[in-house]
């Protein structure tokens, strides 16, 4: 059995960055910004008004100050002429500053009549222009690789990108093995269950920024097992839930080599989720996670997610671990890395009572999964340790 | 001007829960549970294996004893009989335990020759069976509303839900307006600016399960600003963005009037966003957000998500709010709720040195969004302040 650290390292040896794509600017959130992307324009374009107010001469802004206004700058129409001493130009926020004037004093700072200002006693100091550029300048970037969040998108709005160039999303065909499943919606035989794991996988990594194909069931036959392979043409990374394991009836193995698996490793010291296989399989990496449906979102949780970021160009990194105060003592754990259901709770994280890898209902209940390192000694409430948010 | 919190409890009454739809399970991770759902079986359906081994009866389960081996039992396919005295099964992980057995001796603790066993010195003491029923029992409820998350996912597809009931996504329209805007992509004239407050709220409403159409930019005349608001037809929300100012090219109020505007309100005591209007019309609610980019996209976060979550089913309440300590200091808030562009750092959270709401590249590098309260006094390194996470 090898760690999950060397587990980790070896799959990240089978999938590389993916090419890139350009999608409209409306669909990029949550996609990875592929290469850096430069601003087409200064931003604002040229020095502009911060408030509605008048656009003076900063030699004029005096408190009893009388100015002509002789006319108008609104956001989109500019004012062509110059203020020249004696006037002014009534201007709107977002509005172009017109030549001459230099500062604009807000309206509630001024008194009007006809075509005359007057300058009230006490003026606020600051200009209230915003110079060109100074949100940003023609060719300055937004770095990649970056997941872009609505600020960002509305930030390449701004610069004029109507498209961007994101990483492609890594497509995944999910397979779940085992004539013991059947699809939700079924009539189950008496020694059945409804296939879970392939939802709950699909789900995850589509929240991560792939897209997952759900292929028909593949079930404990080797033709049927071939089928199933034969369906995931195409996908950048295959992975097969159940049948992974040392019992008779697991050929998932033993039928991905005859096809060609070239297999990097078999066991991690891992719970839950010890039977784990991976390999490069007809171009693209295959990864065997066993069938219990905790062992098998751990594993997603653990593995798949930071092969799905390292293919997105992200880079090849384990997922980021929070720390917490434990709200409860946990007893010393055995020689393999433990991946505990657990929640937060205000007093701390808790973990959950069962931990059994068939339990569903208590994964769904977690919110964090408490990492215990090998042979991690018995810990005490209070004590910091390591979590993935769940 | 009324407060923050004044504004939201009257954007809460313009909105109410929405009806509940049928998705397939595979399009149901994200949405929100619109009632309790119920499993439709027991899981496991039946006692199950936990491990590969042998199924005995417990009073045989002594080290030395032979048994005779009678037939198999693997996932998806029982064992028939029973099994008597001096009798085991081959067993696999997740088959149905026979009658007789009511232990499972895992296969690295038994010898085989043949179709006999023999169990080694130390026995595993745990019995490896799954009672039925153990994850969850038939008719046991997964609570609305809920968010649903991929190991929900999983466990509705177990509890054989292959559609579920959830809250119809609302519908936004989102309306810029103003002369000096262009669509990105579009060349503008000298005195424009790019469209982006759209693009972003789209991003940032579509996240939280809304569905954002981005309509025409309304430009700043009547028939133009009543040509978008009948464009927005069907949503259940209308958000203009700009012209909601007090100057005199803010026409929206005015022409929101005239279609029938009731208006709840107007100004709201906050920074960035001043300028606030909210009302019902047609049948939709109808929010003005301010025309800074900063600034729609902070009430975007304070009060369009809100709705957006009332609207779910999620309840009325403000944006969840964390707590971090201060790594730079700040002076003393005025008279507004102010909402500051801030980074968390391993330090703690450090206020953006410019806070003007027109910069986007500033929000973009954000993550997170200081509350200070009104009048709240100059604060030092190590307090404890409130902020949304961005």
Redesign the interface.
Known sequence: MITVDEALEKLFTLVAPLESEEVP??E???RVLACDLAAR?D????A?S?M?GYGVREDEAQPGARLKVIGEA?????FDGVVNPGQAVRI?????LPAGASRVIIQEDVSRSGDQITLNDNLDPKPHI?PKG???GVG?V?GAPRV????????????????VPVTRRPVVALIST????V???ET??????????T??????L??LGARAR?LPIAR?NIPSLETAFGLAAGADLVVTIGGA?????DLVGQVAGQMGMDRAFYKVAMRPGKPLMAGRMSGAAMVGLP???VSA?VC?QVFLAPMIRAMLGLGAQRSSRLTARLAAPLPQNGPREHYMRARLTPEGLVAETRQ?S????V??E?DALLVRPVNDPARAVGDKVEYLD?
């Open positions: 600017l409306a990029a959130v949550g324009r931003q604002p374009p040229f502009a911060a509605d609104a956001a989109g129409h500019g709107f926020t977002g509005a172009p915003r100074c949100d940003f300055e937004m872009l969040r609505p600020a960002d998108i509305a930030l390449l709005a701004s610069m004029n990108n109507a498209t085992g004539d013991e499943l699809m939700p919606g189950p035989g008496p020694d059945q269950i409804i296939a879970s794991n939802f709950g996988l699909k789900a995850l589509e929240g759900i404990d394991s040392v019992g008779d009836h069938g219990n449906p979102m997603g059994d068939s339990l569903l209902s994964l769904a977690a769940f």
